[in-house]
């Protein structure tokens, strides 16, 4: 219902490339509250007693309402201004009404996930911390002072300066040792873990791994004044992509659906964002170079880009052979020794003629490979030979 009030509510921006950044920024915060809530619902109604689905409904619930705030207040005071009541009131709850849904994702859910309890007794104080630091961040951003973000209303509820200065401090000093308590729970769990929960941890760490991404981007954005409308765009397309791929890979490993093959998927992942990220660079490195050598002779950039689309598609298949040896190498060790094992026992088998020999070979290598408790081998008689 949040997400049809919205739409209903037109939105008119003085900037052409602000409209598009503000509708962009609508879709993914409309795709956000559904997937969470529709995520919500399918885990509360699968496991009742279940908390993370009971958040999830509340993550749905608080992003719907900002977003309603959001859109409520431009159309109050920016298209229709004075001919509708509470567009202040709306302005200020938008300011802070996207806290608790960031804390739930950022702090609670990982020390909740996959049972739905903390790890211990003793971890539940970080549940306590965890809101005290959603109290603190909601009262910062609803008392600072000067004109509200997004808005043109001047906070009427704004504190001093220095007190904001003191209140923001502490609030983002709480909310950063909630996150790190969260992410150690997850590591303290991953120590206790049977191997089905590790695959549950898993397939959520493959999922958060974009949301250190948009905090580091968001920050070196912020640290050196880095802007535009392209890079904004980019923003809000990996916090889009950073919060949505939690919510649904939660639901996968708490139902435990095709829970084992997340080994496959990260390993893939691994090895084709590793290939593209080398073939980008290849391209753009041998563009330049073909256009330094090619231009003073030719004049023309068409044959750089040829030689360089001509280098990509030739490097593909060795590049991902090469980067899926690496990465089977370095985070799934035991699956490349045994392709090892097996490779060394193909090249043996094409020279071994004695049979005793091949079946001694046979044995070790099922050992190194399978690693059974009992190994044994049966030959079946040759026809005409006898046994004796």
């Known amino acids: 219902m949040l997400v049809a009030v919205s739409l209903l509510l ?55 309402l900002y977003l309603a705030a959001e859109r409520y207040q431009h159309y109050a005071l920016v298209v229709r201004p004075g001919e509708l009541p509470l567009g202040e009131l709306a302005a200020w709850l938008q300011a802070w009404l996207y ?40 009262l910062s951003d609803a008392l600072a002072p000067g004109i509200i973000d997004q808005t043109i209303v001047e906070n009427p509820v704004g504190i001093s300066p220095a007190a904001f200065d003191v209140l923001s401090t502490a609030a983002g000093l709480l909310f950063l040792a909630s996150a790190i308590v969260g992410f150690a729970s997850l590591v303290v769990r991953w120590r206790r873990a049977d191997r089905r929960e590790r695959q ?5 760490a493959f999922a958060a791994a974009l949301l250190p991404l948009f905090v580091l981007t968001s920050a070196l954005a912020d640290g050196v004044e880095i802007g535009g409308p392209v890079f904004e765009w ?30 496959v998927v990260i390993n ?4 084709y964002s590793l290939l593209t990220v080398v073939l980008v660079a290849t391209y753009l490195i041998s563009v330049l170079f073909f256009r330094a050598a090619l231009d003073p002779l030719t004049g023309e950039s068409d044959l750089a880009v040829a030689g360089s689309t001509l280098a990509v598609a ?8 090469r980067i899926q040896g690496v990465v089977d190498r370095r985070f799934y060790r035991s699956r ?8 060394r026992f193909a090249v043996r088998l094409r020279h071994e003629v004695d049979l005793e020999t091949l079946g001694t070979d046979v044995l070790a290598v099922v050992r190194d490979t399978m690693q059974p408790g009992h190994v044994s081998l049966w030959l079946r008689p040759a026809k005409g030979v006898d046994r004796d």
């Open 234 to 263: 980019i923003s809000q397309v990996v916090a889009g992509a950073a919060f949505l791929g939690l919510p649904i890979a939660t639901a996968v490993s708490i139902l435990r659906h095709r829970l084992y093959d997340i080994d």
């Open 10 to 64: 037109p939105q008119e921006r003085l900037v052409e490339d602000e409209l598009v950044s503000s509708d962009l920024l609508a879709v993914l915060l409309i795709v956000q509250a559904l997937t969470f809530a529709i995520v919500g619902l399918v885990i509360s109604r699968a496991r009742p007693h279940h908390a993370i689905g009971w958040l999830f409904n509340g993550v749905g619930i608080f992003v719907g």
């Open 200 to 204: 549950q941890l898993k397939l959520f």
């Open 99 to 138: 806290v608790p849904a960031l804390g739930i994702v950022v702090s609670v859910l990982p020390q909740l996930f996959p049972t739905g309890r903390p790890v211990s007794r003793r971890w539940s104080l970080g549940l306590v911390l965890a809101a005290a630091a959603f109290v603190g961040v909601c």
């Open 268 to 271: 893939r992942a691994l090895v």
């Open 314 to 321: 030739a490097a593909f298949r060795p590049l991902r052979s």
């Open 336 to 343: 490349y020794n045994t392709a090892q094992t097996l490779e």
